[in-house]
Structures are given as structure tokens and as C-alpha cells.
């Protein structure tokens, strides 16, 4: 089993905004990560707004990044049977679909700092939201040993 923990965005007045920070570590390119997971039954998409603010201000210097702060993502729900519906722990009865991942990439325009994002639900019947950071790169690989100790 795998247990997720995950907010709530639904069509219901203060359910409708979700507000993070975000800690950007320098001028690095980095790729934040979205699972929506909507309600078992919807049947139509959601649309989600997302902007970024508040951070650092921009530098004027040529960059090779450009960083798209206000985004619409329309999610629609994994109803193809590849997995299970989960349930909602906490809740009576509830169940969502599969989730669906999209992405939102921070160039290396913007400057270490701290951002807010937002997510806006504008349409649909939302879902619950994990928000996370993707690093990426090489990792590190270590390698244990166990060294039996003998008489010689």
C-alpha cells in the first residue's frame, strides 16, 4: 500500500485556492511536479490556474530560460482502468482516480528566494493536489559492505 498525503481542491468557496511556498535554491533550472487526483465518477476536467509570485525580482541578463509565472493546466481524469481507484482515508466513502501529473518548470531567470504558489481551481470538480519538487541530475550511489571478521 501506498499512503499519500494530499490537499483538497474542490468547487466549494475556500476549497477553491491552494497557496504553497517554495524555496528556490539558486539560479538553477527546476521542475516542480502536480498530481491531481480527481473524485471516482467525474466526468469532466478540471482547470487549474497556477501562478507564481512574490519572489526575488528578475535580473536584466541574457538568460536562456524564461519562466512562464501564470499557467492553465485543464487535468482530466484517468478513467482509461490501468489502475485501481483509491480511497480517502479519513472520509466516508470516498474514492478518487489514478492521479495525473503535470509539471511546472522555474528557469534559471528567476533568483534563489522564496516564491509563493497558487493554484486556482476555475472549472471542473478538482480533486485532491500533491505538490513536489523533481531533482534531477545524477544521483548519489553508495555501495555497503560487510566485512566478517576471521581468525587468521
Same mark, same amino acid.
Given at each position: 500500500y501506498?499512503?499519500?498525503?494530499?490537499?483538497?481542491?474542490? !468547487?466549494?468557496?475556500?476549497?477553491?485556492? %491552494?497557496?504553497?511556498? /517554495? #524555496?528556490?535554491?539558486?539560479?538553477?533550472r527546476?521542475?516542480?511536479?502536480?498530481?491531481?487526483?480527481?473524485?471516482? +465518477?467525474?466526468?469532466?476536467?478540471?482547470?487549474?490556474r497556477?501562478?507564481?509570485?512574490?519572489?526575488?525580482?528578475?535580473?536584466?541578463?541574457?538568460?536562456?530560460?524564461? $519562466?512562464? %509565472? #501564470?499557467?492553465? /493546466?485543464?487535468?482530466? !481524469? #484517468?478513467? $482509461?482502468?490501468?489502475?485501481? !481507484?483509491? !480511497?480517502?482515508?479519513?472520509?466516508?466513502?470516498?474514492?478518487?482516480?489514478? +492521479?495525473?501529473?503535470?509539471?511546472?518548470? %522555474?528557469?534559471?531567470?528567476? $533568483?534563489? +528566494?522564496? /516564491?509563493?504558489?497558487?493554484? #486556482? %481551481?476555475?472549472?471542473?470538480?478538482?480533486?485532491?493536489?500533491?505538490? $513536489?519538487?523533481?531533482?534531477?541530475?545524477? /544521483?548519489?550511489?553508495?555501495?555497503?559492505?560487510?566485512?566478517? +571478521?576471521?581468525?587468521?
Open positions: 501506498l499512503k499519500r498525503f494530499a490537499k483538497r481542491i474542490g !468547487p466549494g468557496g475556500s476549497d477553491r485556492r %491552494l497557496n504553497f511556498v /517554495y #524555496d528556490k535554491p539558486g539560479r538553477t527546476d521542475v516542480l511536479m502536480v498530481h491531481l487526483f480527481s473524485p471516482l +465518477g467525474a466526468g469532466e476536467a478540471s482547470t487549474l497556477v501562478r507564481v509570485g512574490a519572489g526575488p525580482r528578475k535580473v536584466n541578463s541574457p538568460f536562456t530560460d524564461w $519562466s512562464l %509565472l #501564470d499557467r492553465r /493546466y485543464t487535468v482530466r !481524469p #484517468d478513467r $482509461s482502468g490501468r489502475a485501481d !481507484p483509491a !480511497p480517502v482515508l479519513h472520509t466516508r466513502n470516498e474514492w478518487t482516480y489514478p +492521479g495525473r501529473i503535470f509539471f511546472l518548470p %522555474l528557469g534559471a531567470d528567476l $533568483s534563489a +528566494g522564496r /516564491y509563493r504558489v497558487r493554484f #486556482d %481551481l476555475e472549472s471542473g470538480p478538482g480533486g485532491y493536489l500533491i505538490f $513536489s519538487k523533481i531533482t534531477m541530475g545524477r /544521483y548519489e550511489k553508495r555501495d555497503i559492505y560487510r566485512e566478517l +571478521g576471521g581468525r587468521g
